[in-house]
């Protein structure tokens, strides 16, 4: 349990939340209620076991950061996670009920243990260790397969490190599902373009053979598709785009819109990575009715303004 002060609220509360929850409880020494849920949070904050860290604030002693949360009346208690509020509630909840809302948000034992390999799989990387990376992301799925975002991200490794036999094992799970989540769609394209690449005759061909057939036929589709798969696989991804987006302008249908689904497949592997911050963008009210200050912006990077100016390009092609 920490106090919090306007001097220590940034440190303690805004980035300390980055890497773990951190339960703010609004409380003053006259208040009964508060002096009944103290307690149950702080057996709380034991029992969870540091999946979440209490933070209380005298709302007497620190009227400025009550303002900023608009807090009207106390207990008020408001999770923030990654640096921003996520959820609230007010009045003394019983145990249970706070058990309730805490698992709502925190992470389970499970998804901490694969959060810690996969802190370890990017120390492994960032040392140029790809095995020691491989399998501490394998590791992490086994303790949570349900996780969808690490399914991809070690899909992703696999495939940009060569293994595809791992990667397409690593994929079907997610292939399987009803529908199939657009991402997994995206993986599957990118090992289709390497399979074709290491299997048909044309992965071999330098660029100027598939240019010398796209300039004597500006409509030979097959040689446009099978360049653009071999740009693909050589991380010349714009240049990928173009040459789909050449077969799209002439013929949306050809060959079952397989350049379309292509396309989209690239823009979705370049699409940048949301924060890990867990929470939604917070104005006005949070889930709990308790309003809090400030919307969040978000910067587009370079790479997210080519992915949405290609995306402009297909709908322009395809209206």
């Known amino acids: 349990m920490l106090d919090i002060t306007t001097e220590n609220f940034e440190t303690e509360v805004i980035q300390a939340s980055q890497s773990v929850p951190v339960l703010v409880d609004f409380w003053a020494p006259w208040c ?25 604030i005298n709302s007497d002693e620190q009227q400025e950061l009550a303002a900023a949360f608009g807090i009207r009346s106390i207990p008020t208690c408001v999770l923030m996670m990654g ?8 009045g003394a909840l019983p145990e249970g009920k706070l058990r309730e809302f805490l698992d709502k948000h925190l992470p389970g034992e499970g998804a901490l243990a694969a959060a810690d390999e996969v802190d370890e799989a990017q120390q492994a990387l960032e040392s140029g260790d790809i095995a020691g990376a491989i399998a501490r992301m394998d590791e992490a799925l086994r303790a949570e397969p349900a996780n969808d975002d690490l399914r991809y991200d070690y899909v992703k490794l696999l495939i940009g490190t060569g293994h595809l036999a ?10 399987a599902q009803i529908p199939v989540p657009l991402r997994f769609e995206a993986l599957q394209q990118w090992l289709n373009a390497i399979e074709f690449v290491t299997t048909d005759p044309r992965g071999r061909w330098p660029l100027e053979q598939f240019e010398a057939l796209i300039a004597a036929n500006k409509r030979d589709f097959e040689a446009r598709f099978a360049k653009a798969r071999v ?27 397989a350049p379309r689904k292509t396309f989209i497949a690239i823009l979705e592997l370049l699409t940048p990575p949301k924060p890990k911050a867990a929470g939604p963008e917070v104005s006005g009210k949070t889930a709990g009715g308790i309003e809090l200050a400030g919307p969040a912006s978000v910067e587009q990077d370079e790479q997210a303004a080519l992915v949405s100016a290609y995306r402009r390009k297909l709908s322009m092609m395809l209206n």
Not at 40 to 56: D, N, P
Not at 83 to 90: A, L, Q, R, T, Y
């Open 83 to 90: 640096g921003k509020p996520v959820d609230g509630f007010m």
């Open 231 to 257: 740009l693909m696989v050589a991380n010349d991804w714009v240049g990928a785009l173009d040459e789909l987006l050449e077969i799209i302008m002439r013929d949306k249908k050809w060959d079952g819109e």
């Open 166 to 175: 791992e990667a397409a094992a690593a994929l079907a799970p997610a292939l």
């Open 32 to 56: 009964g209620p508060c002096k009944s849920l103290t307690p149950i949070l702080e057996k709380l904050e034991t029992a969870y076991a540091g999946r979440f860290v209490l933070a209380k």
